[in-house]
């Protein structure tokens, strides 16, 4: 157990911010967490989370029953809370620009410091560009109350949706930008749970720290992006990009994971990480060293094109008053977050060319909704089916990877079937009767 007399505080309870306080406070530490929506406050105090993570309902509810864990609104109750502030707020794209917006990091910063009592040490923890630590340092020194001394260090997070609660509780490693061995040893302190089970905790400067959360986005996204253009070649080649994927995989260097070609990768983080990324290369005059991620980004564009192709194509050339069932809604199985969801945007996109499209996701029809409120959203995988004259496989849920091919054919005479993520059995389709495609095989 972490030393509860450790008192932290966790600006901005999303994705990121609400996993890492219950997990925090689950360890022992003492908690506040943050946030300017009184909705998600009120629901998190209750011990529930406001979005679906796996596992995450069961830790918060440990933490706030234990007392170790509350919530508020309230910036100036943050400051006086305790003297380590973690910042977890969004840093989205920015409208009409590439570049990240920095304007909730920095209104969490001008809300907390001129209120702090004693002297405290604040965590970044959100996506930033290279040098919003220093320039944050900047701001920090011109606002602080002058009896106070004020230090910041960069702790990027690296957790993934659908795992987020095992991400945090057990990184693969803890990245920690600062020069101040005072700082160091306090943020040792907050993490002894993982430092103690063997995370290896990685120190280095801030602009490093900023850059390693960005670099490793990046390097994800490409080889996402990277099967998906092999993808292209092999559909024309005659040949099989999971097998491809699969066998250059073995290599180590290579690796199997982050090979799955499909609709390509979306999200709240690796679309507009990589824009950021490019945006800051630009302003920082090495614009041409990552001209790269924009062709990445345009692959992945692409991939939501050529399913809405194959659609059409698989339809006669004509989708217009055609039914269409879209299975999946989020960015990705595990989550109800659709932010740029490659899922969405393909059944949007059948949707303005005329199909009458029928959306089922297990957890993130609300939200798919709010988002995009024009598309037919149905309360089961059968229903999106029923009479389906296409059925696009979107998403990766397990509820549609274990569907019966045979079961399914029965609700659907049309037998047609997109797997946008290359995970079911093009066989096993076949032989049920369906005509099955997939990305980047025959
Ligand atoms: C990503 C990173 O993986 C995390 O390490 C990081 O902390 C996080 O962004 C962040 O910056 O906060 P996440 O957005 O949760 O995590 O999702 P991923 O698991 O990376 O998947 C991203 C997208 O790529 C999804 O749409 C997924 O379907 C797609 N994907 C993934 C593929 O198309 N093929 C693959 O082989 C793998």
């Not at 989370?49 to 508020?72: D, I, K, M, Q, W």
């Not at 309230?74 to 590439?98: M, R, W, Y």
């Not at 899922?343 to 009458?356: E, I, S, W």
């Amino acid at each position: 157990m972490a030393n509860p007399s450790i008192r932290v505080t966790v600006i901005g309870t999303g994705y990121l911010g609400a996993v890492h306080a219950a997990v925090m406070a689950d360890q022992g530490l003492t908690v506040l967490g943050v946030d300017l929506d009184q909705a998600k406050i009120d629901a998190l105090a209750k011990g529930e989370a406001p979005f679906f993570e796996p596992g995450l309902n069961e830790v918060l509810e440990r933490a706030v029953s234990s007392g170790r864990l509350t919530f508020t609104t309230n910036l100036q109750e943050a400051a006086e809370f305790g003297d380590i502030h973690f910042i977890c707020v969004g840093t989205p794209q920015k409208a009409g620009s590439n570049a990240a917006d920095l304007r909730h990091v920095n209104a969490a910063v001008d809300g907390l410091v001129p209120n702090l009592t004693q002297d405290s040490i604040i965590i970044g923890k959100s996506t930033v560009p290279a040098g919003t630590s220093k320039a944050l340092e900047e701001r920090i020194e011109e606002i602080r109350p002058r009896n106070i001394q004020v230090r910041l260090a960069w702790n990027p997070e690296f957790l993934r949706e659908g795992h987020a609660v095992k991400d945090t509780q057990l990184p693969d490693r803890l990245v920690v930008g600062t020069d101040d061995d005072e700082v160091d040893a306090r943020i040792r302190e907050v993490y002894a749970k993982q430092i103690e089970a063997g995370v290896p905790y990685l120190r280095m400067d801030t602009a490093t720290a900023e850059l390693v959360k960005v670099a490793a986005n990046s390097f994800l996204a490409t080889k996402i992006s990277f099967i998906n253009a092999i993808a292209e070649v092999c559909e024309q080649a005659g040949a099989d990009v999971t097998a491809l994927a699969n066998a250059i995989g073995y290599d180590e260097r290579i690796g199997k994971s982050f090979l799955r070609a499909g609709v390509g990768f979306g999200g709240g983080c690796l679309p507009k990480d990589i824009r950021a990324f490019m945006a800051r290369a630009g302003q920082l005059g090495v614009d041409d060293a990552l001209v790269f991620l924009k062709e990445i980004d345009n692959i992945n564009l692409r991939q939501r094109q050529r399913v809405a192709r194959l659609a059409a194509e698989m339809l006669g050339g004509n989708v217009i008053g055609k039914p269409v069932a879209v299975l999946g809604a989020a960015f990705k199985p595990d989550s109800d977050d659709v932010r740029d969801s490659p899922a969405l945007d393909v059944a949007a996109t059948l949707h303005l060319q005329g199909a009458k499209v029928l959306v089922y996701d297990p957890y993130a029809m609300e939200n798919a909704a709010a988002a995009y409120p024009p598309l037919n959203y149905v309360e089961s995988a059968a229903e999106a089916v029923r009479d389906a004259e296409l059925v696009l496989l979107l998403t990766e849920w397990e509820e549609f990877t274990a569907l019966d091919p045979v079961a399914l054919g029965e609700l659907t005479p049309a037998r047609r079937i997109i797997d946008g993520r290359n995970v079911l059995d093009p066989k096993k389709w076949r032989e049920a009767g369906w005509t099955f495609r997939g990305l980047g095989r025959q």
